[in-house]
């Protein structure tokens, strides 16, 4: 129903900033919450941040709070993730995930997910 594809990874260093977008398919993807993910090696995938579907409320995880800013374009099936201040600690995949609705903290509680972007983050 949806597909979703994420880009703009990359390799930087610490300090620098990076916009992922994640390109949606689908006639009904103004309905659905967006959020981004990451999942570095070794590690559980973790909640990044998250956009509800008119783009009004959105929420961050404390680790990412003041350094990332999410925004979605509708018009453009298109949502962005902007990331300044990057730190080392950044590094991992990047996923950009979708459900109807409400948005959610909980990655299990997404339907639809791209293939993920890398992220390096140099110190």
């Known amino acids: 129903q949806v597909q979703l594809v994420e880009s703009g990874g990359g390799l930087v260093q610490a300090g620098d900033s990076l916009r992922l977008s994640c390109a949606a398919s689908?006639?009904?993807?103004?309905?659905?919450?967006v959020g981004w993910f990451r999942q570095a090696p070794g590690k559980e995938r973790e909640f990044v941040a998250v956009?509800?579907?008119?783009?009004?409320?959105?929420r961050y995880a404390d680790s990412v709070k003041g350094r990332f800013a999410i925004s979605r374009d509708n018009a453009k099936n298109a949502v962005y993730l902007q990331m300044n201040s990057l730190k080392p600690e950044d590094t991992a995949v990047y996923y950009c995930?979708?459900?109807?609705?409400?948005?959610?903290?909980?990655?299990?509680?997404?339907?639809?997910w791209g293939q993920g972007t890398q992220v390096t983050v140099s110190s």
């Open positions: 689908g006639s009904t993807f103004g309905s659905y919450a």
């Open positions: 956009i509800s579907w008119k783009g009004s409320s959105t």
């Open positions: 995930a979708a459900r109807q609705g409400s948005g959610s903290y909980y990655y299990i509680l997404y339907d639809y």
